[in-house]
């Protein structure tokens, strides 16, 4: 099974601040999640990406996946406190779908500093 | 409205005592899976199901044993042959049929052995 490697591990942020998250896979990604975690709960989807070069966003919130499909980078704007929380991307190994389950990255904990 | 339960959100065991851990979702969803998350390792599959009355082996299966009866439901048991059960677990499900779609996450069993 393909790994994907997060970077960083943690990040603290000053509140107001722009930050990036990066989720690299040593194979092509067919399917690319974000997902955030709160602490002890449920994932909350975030966004999914599929094509190489794209690009979506939702609120201050973009994630993009390289053109290699290899690589995906998720990106806050002005940061807020209610963006901290663990961040998971999680990938499919295969091309015909993601029903056998996905492969998650370790998470990046995000702190936000007031 | 429509989604997935986990159940109890916490529950303690004694060594050497097998535990279920309730997962049911009304999303009318084919393929369901149980994760695993332990500090430091990000989200590890255990079993998935992409059909009612079966099910495979995930990662990290052994130690667990799974039914689904009903498409509904996929419970989860952690058997006295786990020998470090102590995570937290997360539930999920899809509309799987071989498409890169976008799995509900349950809010997570924390199981802790007393």
Known sequence: SQELE???QSLIVQEGKNLTINCTSSKTLYGLYWYKQKYGEGLIFLMMLQKGGEEKSHEKITAKLDEKKQQS???ITASQPSHAGIYLCGADEYSGGGADGLTFGKGTHLIIQP | DGGITQSPKY?????GQN????????LNHDAMYWYRQDPGQGLRLIYYSQIVNDFQKGDIAEGYSVSREKKESFPLTVTSAQKNPTAFYLCASSIGGGMNTEAFFGQGTRLTVV
């Open chain 1, 73 to 75: 980078s998720l990106h």
């Open chain 2, 11 to 15: 529950l303690f065991r004694k060594e």
């Open chain 2, 19 to 26: 535990v279920t851990l309730s997962c049911e979702q009304n």
């Open chain 1, 6 to 8: 997060q970077s960083p």
